[in-house]
C-alpha cells in the first residue's frame, strides 16, 4: 500500500491538478510513464517514492501501461517538473497537446532514455492520435539514430571539464559500466552542454547534456535500463538532474544512495 496509494490522486479521477492544499509547496514532480520495453512502469513508481520521503518532493506516476494512452495529463499544468519515459507513443491529441503547452511555457524537463524517440511512431498514428517526430531535435537537442549491441553495455563516463556541474555532484565514481546499451545520439545540438559520454569499443556517443528549450531548463540521459537503478550514482544523477531542472539546489550526496 506505501509504494500504491502515494501515486493516486484525484487527478486520475479528474484528468487536471490533483487537488492540494494552498500551503503545500513541495516540489512537483510529474512522472510521464509508458513503456514496454525497459520496465519504466516498474523502476519510476519506486524512484518516485525515494522523491517522497527523502526529499519531500510531491510525485505523480502518470501511467500508459503500454497504451497510447496517459490518462492525467492535466497534472502537467501545476508540475514543477517533467520526467519522461516513453517510447513510440502517438498520443491523443489532447494530451500531447498538454505536453506541448507545458513545454512551452518554459516547464522543466528530464528525459530519460526512449525520451528521445517518445512521440515518434514512423507515421503510424491513428484518427485522433498525434506524434512529435522532431520533439528530440526540438525539445532535447539530440539526434537518436538507433543503439549498439544490448548484449555489450555501455561505458559510462563523466566529462572531466564537466565534473563540477551540479548535475554531477556526488556522482561517483567517474566512470562505470551499464548493461543498458550504447545510444547513438550524435550529434547533439550546438547548445547543449554535455555532461557525460557513453562509449563501446571504439565509439563514443553523447549520454548526457543540458539545454534549454522556451527558456526551461532540459536534461537527457541515454541511461534508464533497469539495472542502472540499482547503481547509487545513477540514482544521484537522476535526482540531482531533478532538482537541477527546477532550478533548485541539489540536495546532499548521502541523501540520494
Same mark, same amino acid.
Not at 4 to 26: K, M, W, Y
Not at 120 to 127: I, Y
Given at each position: #500500500? +506505501?509504494?500504491?496509494?502515494? /501515486?493516486? /490522486?484525484?487527478? *486520475?479521477?479528474?484528468? &487536471?491538478?490533483?487537488?492540494?492544499?494552498? #500551503? *503545500? *509547496?513541495?516540489?512537483?514532480?510529474?512522472?510521464?510513464?509508458?513503456? *514496454? %520495453?525497459y520496465h519504466a512502469d516498474k523502476t519510476l513508481p519506486v524512484f518516485a517514492q525515494m522523491l517522497r520521503e527523502r526529499y519531500g518532493c510531491y510525485a505523480t506516476v502518470l501511467h500508459g501501461q503500454g497504451t497510447s494512452n496517459i490518462p492525467a495529463t492535466g497534472e502537467l499544468e501545476s508540475a514543477d517538473c517533467l520526467v519522461l519515459f516513453i517510447r513510440r507513443l502517438a498520443l491523443p491529441k489532447e494530451q500531447l497537446d498538454r505536453v506541448r503547452k507545458y513545454l512551452d511555457s518554459g516547464g522543466a524537463l528530464v528525459g530519460?532514455? /526512449?525520451?528521445? %524517440?517518445?512521440?515518434?511512431?514512423? &507515421?503510424?498514428? +491513428?484518427? &485522433?492520435?498525434? #506524434?512529435?517526430? #522532431?520533439?528530440?531535435?526540438q525539445v532535447l537537442g539530440g539526434n537518436y539514430n538507433g543503439h549498439g549491441p544490448n548484449p555489450k553495455g555501455t561505458d559510462v563516463a563523466i566529462v572531466p571539464e564537466r565534473a563540477s556541474h551540479p548535475i554531477l555532484a556526488g556522482v561517483e565514481p567517474a566512470k562505470w559500466h551499464s548493461t543498458g546499451s550504447l545510444y547513438y545520439t550524435a550529434p547533439i545540438a550546438d547548445d547543449a552542454m554535455l555532461l557525460m559520454t557513453g562509449s563501446l569499443d571504439d565509439r563514443v556517443e553523447?549520454? /548526457?547534456w543540458t539545454r534549454t528549450y522556451q527558456g526551461g531548463r532540459v536534461c537527457y540521459t541515454g541511461l534508464g535500463h533497469p539495472d542502472d537503478f540499482q547503481d547509487p550514482q545513477f540514482r544521484r544523477l537522476l535526482v540531482n538532474a531533478i532538482f537541477w531542472a527546477m532550478d533548485r539546489p541539489v540536495p546532499e550526496a548521502e541523501k540520494a544512495e
Open positions: #500500500e +506505501k509504494y500504491v496509494c502515494p /501515486t493516486i /490522486t484525484s487527478s *486520475d479521477l479528474l484528468d &487536471g491538478p490533483a487537488l492540494r492544499f494552498a #500551503e *503545500d *509547496d513541495r516540489p512537483q514532480v510529474a512522472f510521464l510513464v509508458s513503456d *514496454d %520495453h530519460m532514455r /526512449t525520451a528521445s %524517440h517518445a512521440f515518434d511512431v514512423r &507515421g503510424q498514428s +491513428k484518427p &485522433g492520435e498525434a #506524434e512529435w517526430p #522532431e520533439f528530440d531535435a553523447p549520454l /548526457t
